[in-house]
């Protein structure tokens, strides 16, 4: 499975969230904070690569759209009424396909998942079926900075919106990133790299990165 291009977009957040969408190429009408980061990395990925309609596309999230559900929530349980339909709309996580799906015109395959290693086992599949795979790890901040300290347990907030683009066989104009292999179940308690240790390798790494979580291993070569 190789790496043909990658993202790894990253902002530390100090005071309030950035308007992401001044930075899309193409803007998007009610879109929130989180699928805009979402679209925001996934383009900076893509850049002028036209994927195939048929493309398999994949987003993971460890908290999914936080400030969606926050003002769901107050809505419901604080406010007594209910919440808008928008916003209802879009703190439903796999709305965030549809959005990207539009975007990029993909038709293929498309799946939420809570974990990048959720991801990569599912991706695995599809490339060795000979399909481009476009996959995400997307995480926000909630607007209420104190309440995102409070309930994670953080001082430093970080949004990140992280994707690779992969491919099933070298193409013969253009040489891969890098290509994942060994992708195998480690029952071992050892836990090694992380998903921002393996973009910073793509970014400035160069020799084999080893990836473990969750039970799920496999190795980066470049």
């Known amino acids: 499975m190789y790496i043909y291009a990658f993202s790894n977009h990253t902002e530390e957040v100090t005071e309030t969230l950035s308007n992401k969408k001044m930075h899309l190429k193409k803007r998007v009408n009610r879109a929130d904070n989180y699928i805009n980061l979402t679209l925001l990395g996934a383009e ?32 419901i349980f604080l406010n007594k009424q209910l919440p808008m339909p928008f916003t209802f709309l879009n703190g439903v996580n796999v709305s965030t396909l549809f ?16 974990r990048f290693e959720s991801a990569i086992p599912q991706a ?3 490339v060795k079926n000979g399909k481009t795979v476009l996959l995400g790890m997307v995480d926000e901040a909630t607007e209420d900075l104190e309440l995102y300290r409070d309930r994670f347990q953080c001082e430093t907030i970080t949004e990140s919106s992280r994707w690779l683009l992969l491919l099933p066989q070298p193409q013969e104009d253009t040489p891969p990133i890098a290509q994942i ?3 195998a179940w480690d029952e071992s308690s050892e836990e090694r790299g992380d998903v921002a240790k393996l973009f910073t390798f793509l970014e400035e790494g160069e020799g084999v990165f080893d ?5 799920l291993s496999f190795r980066v070569v470049r």
């Open 44 to 75: 900076k990925c893509i850049e002028d690569t036209i994927l195939a309609p048929e493309s398999s596309l994949y987003v993971a999230s460890n908290n999914g759209n936080l400030n969606s559900s926050v003002k769901i929530l107050k809505d």
């Open 99 to 114: 959005y990207v799906a539009k975007h990029f015109n993909i038709k293929g395959k498309t799946l939420f998942v809570d």
């Open 124 to 126: 695995f599949v599809d």
């Open 181 to 183: 292999i060994d992708i």
């Open 211 to 215: 990836f473990k979580q969750n039970s």
